[in-house]
Structure formats: C-alpha cells, structure tokens
C-alpha cells in the first residue's frame, strides 16, 4: 500500500527550528520526485519545496531558510525549517510525483494535478 506520513509539527517560536519527516512506504523515492506544500488558515494549499532527480527548489517566502533532503535507505524525506516565522504557521504536507521513464526528471512547479500521493498533514504553529 502506497503511503505517505508526515511527522514533525509541532508549536514552535519565531526565530526557531523544526524539522518535519515524510516516511513513505509501498514505493521507493529512486521513482518519485517529492515535494512539500502547506496550507495555512483560510488560503490555498501552495508549494513550498522540491526535491528531484537533479535538483531542488524554494519557492521565495522559505529561501534560505528552509531545506530539503532525503535518506533513501529509511525511505523518508525531510524538511528542515529554520528562522521560522509566524507567516510559516500552517499545515505542511508532502507530495509524490512518479519520475516518468524517458522523461528528464526536475522541479517544474507545484501544480497539485501532477503529483500521485500525498500525506495526511502535519500542523506547525510558530508564535510570534
């Protein structure tokens, strides 16, 4: 079974850190392209961050500040938040694409129509 959990939220401080885990299960992440997306209260779920076969990508509000990664051999990818702001505040999701065979693999964008799974969610809370 295909599946995606989210773990890592929590309530944090402005300035401070989290970090946030996708444990995927039922596929392996050599075949996928893995974003995070979040919604924050009363606006649209929008992308935050991609991780590809041959790069990564921020969108503007998190540069610097958040990054990426993965561990293939515990089949989970990361996102470590840093310098959170109270703008950060939202449910944070994560987002498999499946890499397409012949197809050059790379960050193309956030439309949600593109990717295969998602996650349930996770809550993180930055207090100002």
């Known amino acids: 079974q295909l599946q995606l959990v989210e773990s890592g939220g929590g309530l944090a401080h402005r300035g401070g850190s989290l970090r946030l885990s996708c444990k995927v299960s039922?596929?392996?992440?050599?075949?996928?392209?893995m974003s995070w997306f979040r919604q924050a209260p009363g606006k649209e779920r929008e992308g935050v961050s991609c991780?590809?076969?041959?790069?990564?990508h921020y969108v503007d509000a998190v540069k610097g500040r958040f990054t990426i990664s993965s561990d293939t051999a515990k089949n989970t990818v990361y996102l470590q938040m840093n310098s959170l702001k109270p703008e950060d505040t939202a449910v944070y999701f994560c987002?498999?694409?499946?890499?397409?065979?012949?197809?050059?693999?790379?960050?193309?964008?956030?439309?949600?129509?593109?990717?295969?799974?998602w996650g349930q969610g996770t809550q993180v809370t930055v207090s100002s």
């Open positions: 987002a498999a694409e499946a890499r397409r065979p012949g197809v050059y693999d790379y960050c193309s964008g956030y439309d949600e129509n593109d990717y295969d799974y």
């Open positions: 991780l590809s076969a041959t790069d990564t």
């Open positions: 039922g596929f392996t992440l050599d075949y996928f392209t």
